[in-house]
C-alpha cells in the first residue's frame, strides 16, 4: 500500500518542542519534494514547510520561521518536522504530503500525489 504516516503528534506546553515524522510506505521518498501543512479546527489548511528531494532546498511559512526545521533522511524513508518555541496557535492537526516539484510542494493548490493522515499537536498550558 502506497502511503504517508505521519507521528509525532501530542500535547505540549506552550514553549516546548516536538518532533514530527512522516514516513513513506510502498514508495520511494527521495523521488518527491516534501510539504508539511496544518489545518486547525475552523481554518483552512495552510503550508507550513518544505524540502526538495535532495534536501538542499527548504521553504517556511513566515509563522514559523525561526522556529521550525524541516529535514529529511532518504536512507530511512522519512522527513522531519522540528518544532521549537510552540505556541498555542500552532495547535493543529499537522500533515505531510508528496509533490514532485519542490516550488509547489508547500502549496495547498497543488496536486500531491500522496498524503498522510494527519498526526495532532497541541500547545496548551
Known amino acids: 500500500q502506497l502511503q504517508l504516516v505521519e507521528s509525532g503528534g501530542d500535547l505540549v506546553q506552550p514553549g516546548g518542542s516536538l518532533r514530527l515524522s512522516c514516513a513513506a510506505s510502498?514508495?520511494?521518498?527521495?523521488?518527491?519534494?516534501i510539504g508539511w501543512f496544518r489545518q486547525a479546527p475552523g481554518k483552512e489548511r495552510e503550508g507550513v514547510s518544505s524540502?526538495?528531494?535532495?534536501?538542499?532546498?527548504?521553504t517556511y511559512a513566515d509563522s514559523v520561521k525561526g522556529r521550525f526545521t524541516i529535514s529529511r533522511d532518504n536512507a530511512k524513508n522519512t522527513v522531519y518536522l522540528q518544532m521549537n518555541s510552540l505556541k498555542p496557535e500552532d495547535t493543529a492537526v499537522y500533515y505531510c504530503?508528496?509533490?514532485?516539484?519542490?516550488?509547489?510542494?508547500?502549496?495547498?493548490?497543488?496536486?500531491?500525489?500522496?498524503w498522510g493522515q494527519g498526526t495532532q499537536v497541541t500547545v496548551s498550558s
Open positions: 524540502i526538495s528531494r535532495s534536501g538542499g532546498r527548504t
Open positions: 510502498g514508495f520511494t521518498l527521495d523521488y518527491y519534494a
Open positions: 504530503a508528496a509533490d514532485p516539484f519542490f516550488p509547489q510542494a508547500m502549496s495547498v493548490l497543488s496536486e500531491h500525489h500522496y
